[in-house]
């Protein structure tokens, strides 16, 4: 069955950088696109990043822009998240999500399968 | 980069029906059917319930729906279990080729 197992969370002080990880299994990654979601605690979901199957074109939200850098490596069915620069505010649970296999035509919006998230905290 | 607009709560008898809207702009919700909502329960990972505005996933019950207007979509969940309590989400794809988030609607069963 698919899979998305997130790690590398963890606490780091203010201005501190943190990596971290998305392994995947169960499905054919290079055909997949994969997304970051965040939530900070008793909050909602923040969409962050999004990498497309072949690493050609990455997508950020404006809150992290500029400081966090998605990447993958399909030979290790794996995505990244290199965060630097980290602020307070970013203290979250992070998700990665497969981009949905439900489409209309080319265009699958949705997110259909998410890891348990790691969480990143943010204080000094 | 706004959040897209929920209710902050809502609340039902079991197997009455309640609706959750979810308002955009015409960067988002307006521009496009790519609507999708999302339950998720305490300390667990979202799930996928609607995608494009109104089509189920395979699993997900058909007591669950979706719709759209305008710059609003709406969820709507009949006949409601007391499984059904929970947060639920809607995401719209923007004009910025980026995805944006409600900010949640906590559901009670009463």
């Known amino acids: 069955q698919v899979q998305l197992v997130e790690s590398g969370g963890g606490l780091v002080q203010p201005g501190g950088s943190l990596r971290l990880s998305c392994a995947t299994s169960?499905?054919?990654?290079?055909?997949?696109?994969i997304h970051w979601v965040r939530q900070a605690p008793g909050k909602g979901l923040e969409w962050v990043a999004f990498?497309?199957?072949?690493?050609?074109?990455?997508y950020y939200a404006d809150s992290v822009k500029g400081r966090f850098t998605i990447s993958r490596d399909n030979s290790e069915n794996t995505v990244y998240l290199q965060m630097n620069s980290l602020r307070p505010e970013d203290t979250a649970v992070y998700y990665c999500a497969r981009r949905s296999a439900y489409c209309t035509g080319n265009s699958c919006n949705s997110f259909d399968s998410w890891g348990q998230g790691t969480l990143v905290t943010v204080s000094s | 980069q706004s959040a897209l607009t929920q209710p902050a709560s809502v609340s039902g008898s079991p197997g009455q029906s309640i609706t959750i809207s979810c308002t955009g702009t015409s960067s988002d919700v307006g521009s496009y059917n790519y609507v999708s909502w999302y339950q998720q329960h305490p300390g667990k990972a979202p799930k996928l319930m609607i995608y494009d505005v109104s089509n189920r996933p395979s699993g997900v019950s058909n007591r669950f729906s979706g719709s759209k207007s305008g710059k609003t979509a709406s969820l709507t969940i009949s006949g409601l279990q007391a499984e059904d309590e929970a947060d639920y989400y809607c995401s719209s794809y923007t004009t910025s080729s980026t995805w944006v988030f409600g900010g949640g609607t906590k559901l009670t069963v009463l």
């Open positions: 990498i497309r199957n072949d690493g050609s074109n990455k």
């Open positions: 169960g499905f054919t990654f290079i055909d997949y696109g």
